[in-house]
């Protein structure tokens, strides 16, 4: 299949620890060569077709587990002695591709847990990754060698499988981030409850219901009454919520609250926060979000509810010492595309579409505790952030106390344009073709449309108004696309100097933007960035940081290195202080090359 032109950006020589400027490449004739070299070997190989491969490959189905942890071969470096005890989690889809003709979109594809787990004594990593056994997984491949597809999931067409009727939508993958907490190892959906697993082994315990342990302890609970507001009794909206739950849960098997995958840790008060969605409202003009949170035993310590007069799809939040964040997506309801869906000749997420009908974007404060929301603004009016965009990831949020007696939030997130965001096209899942199509996540549109890193600024005055907000880029030196903001999480919820991300070096001609090669290293203090790229044609995932003391960014930054042409995948180890110098890289090891696996979502770093 020959994919879409892309829009050609012009590539430079970029060196690889990104240290010296061009006019030094020229005076120093070792390093020219070495760059120059590098740049004629890079444009036999930036081709169209090569572009189009190393795409797809990267979402190339690994259907073996590696049960028992095996040692990986360090190839580059070595294990530093400072290195902490512990095991770097990776989640993310494992299968795609079916024996039957269907091909599933990235986000619906089976989970696929990846474990390196740091042994300092012996200045060893051992590498071991197992599928979850969801109910799905367990339905769609009864003996663990072969694949039939049944669920469509929320974003795929099934070509060899049922499609008129086919009510199997939203099937749980547990594919989209992990988490250790109170003893317990889960991996967590979009759409459902989490999957406990063992955290040694990756062997799967089972379903751990978290928002039943949540309802049953009604004492500890607290409710932001829906009262507050008169449009929240709204007989329309109730009505319709009430004739929807029972068609979600009965004929679409959709459980009433929706888990988001992402969560946070409040390092201070030792407590994991997450947050759940009413399925229902995905189909409604409002949005009802339950939040809680849990001690270090998951014992239930708080819920609050919130219901928004904003029709919303939200992906990742944010929480600071007083209140929960969320910048809304302002989605609406697609007739046209919900009839497709039905059909099975669109994928059910062909329902919803992005509605960019208003240029600003709503932030909603919502009150953490019943203190604030008492001695606080109107939390149902959002503050409409000066500029439109879809949030994609928080890296960290905190908030501090001002002059005006109030308080400025800080918020480091990535973001989109709506127009770059499509919901159908996501990773450039091509149904008909059963390929990705990497000319959408790559296409030459206006620079502020592709994911980007920006700092959102609200200064509240002592009576919880806002007086002023803005966003503005988190660096000016870095204008690339980057996304999967993280920080030191030592530094969560307070003020913090460092971001990391994963970021597009641009130079690729056909792949200038998606997927990223780089991590780049921002200091919010002056905009500044540092940054380092792998070369040739390989790719990175999200960077996950390793705190070993020594100031914010003493430390080390983990990543996977696809190295797709060759079929082979690395752990790398950066040096968190030394990023944008000749000698970040620490270490790099080899995942055999039949355990090559594809390309994961979100990880977590757990001390031993």
Request: charged share 25%; aromatic share 10%.
């Amino acid at each position: 299949m020959a994919t879409q032109a892309i829009a050609p950006m012009h590539a430079a020589v970029v060196h690889r620890h990104h240290v010296l400027p061009p006019r030094r490449c020229v005076r120093r004739r070792g390093v020219f060569v070495r760059a120059s070299a590098a740049a004629a070997a890079a444009a036999e190989t930036d081709t169209l077709s090569a572009a189009f491969w190393d795409y797809n490959l990267l979402f190339r189905s690994q259907r073996d587990e590696c049960l028992d942890s095996i040692p990986l071969r360090v190839t580059e470096g070595a294990i530093p002695p400072d290195f902490p005890a512990g095991t770097y989690y990776l989640a993310g889809p494992g299968i795609f591709s079916d024996d039957h003709g269907s091909t599933v979109h990235p986000l619906d594809g089976h989970g696929y847990l990846r474990s390196f787990r740091f042994r300092p004594g012996d200045r060893t990593i051992h590498y071991s990754a197992r599928f979850v056994e969801t109910a799905a997984k367990r339905e769609e491949s009864r003996d663990g060698a072969s694949w039939r597809f049944t669920h469509r999931g929320p974003f795929s067409v099934l070509q060899g499988g049922k499609k008129v009727g086919n009510v199997k939508v939203m099937k749980n993958v547990a594919n989209t981030s992990v988490l250790r907490w109170g003893g317990r190892l889960l991996c967590l959906w979009e759409g459902g409850q989490p999957y406990e697993v063992d955290p040694r082994t990756l062997e799967t315990v089972g379903p751990f219901d978290l928002l039943g342990l949540a309802a049953a302890d009604d004492n500890k609970a607290t409710n932001a009454s829906a009262a507050r507001r008169p449009w929240l009794q709204e007989a329309g909206l109730d009505a319709a919520a009430r004739l929807l739950r029972p068609v979600l849960s009965g004929v679409f098997d959709m459980p009433g609250k929706r888990l988001l995958a992402h969560y946070k840790i409040d390092p201070r008060r030792g407590r994991l926060l997450m947050v759940a969605c009413n399925a229902e409202d995905m189909l409604l003009p409002r949005s009802h979000f339950t939040f809680y949170e849990f001690d270090a035993h998951f014992d239930l310590v708080q819920k609050r509810e919130f219901v928004v007069p904003d029709h919303l799809m939200i992906h990742d939040w944010a929480f600071t010492d007083t209140h929960y964040i969320l910048l809304g997506n302002r989605i609406k309801l697609d007739i046209p595309g919900s009839l497709l869906a039905l059909t099975g000749t669109h994928p059910m997420i062909a329902a919803l579409a992005v509605d960019p009908s208003r240029q600003s974007t709503p932030v909603y404060l919502l009150p953490r505790s019943p203190e604030t929301e008492a001695g606080g603004r109107d939390w149902s009016v959002p503050i409409e952030a000066p500029s439109q965009m879809w949030s994609v990831h928080v890296g960290n949020a905190f908030e501090e106390a001002n002059r005006r007696g109030g308080l400025d939030v800080r918020l480091h997130m990535s973001s989109c344009s709506y127009q770059w965001f499509h919901f159908h096209r996501m990773f450039g899942y091509n149904w008909h073709h059963k390929k990705l199509d990497p000319s959408f996540m790559n296409a030459a549109k206006g620079k502020e449309w592709l994911p980007r890193l920006v700092q959102v600024a609200i200064e509240l005055d002592r009576t919880g108004e806002c007086r002023r907000c803005s966003v503005r880029r988190l660096s000016d030196q870095h204008a690339r696309p980057a996304d999967f903001p993280a920080i030191n999480p030592s530094y969560a919820n307070q003020r913090n100097r460092f971001v990391y991300a994963g970021a597009a070096s641009g130079s690729r001609r056909f792949l200038p933007y998606f997927p990223f090669d780089s991590v780049v290293k921002v200091d919010v203090s002056d905009g500044s960035a540092r940054w380092w790229s792998t070369d040739g044609r390989k790719f990175v995932g999200e960077p996950v940081f390793v705190p070993t003391g020594g100031g914010e960014d003493g430390g080390y930054v983990l990543l996977v290195e696809y190295a797709v042409s060759k079929h082979r995948c690395h752990l790398v180890v950066l040096d968190a202080k030394k990023i944008g110098t000749e000698n970040a890289l620490v270490a790099k090891l080899e995942v055999p090359k039949n355990l090559t696996f594809p390309m994961g979502f979100h990880g977590f770093w757990g001390d031993e």
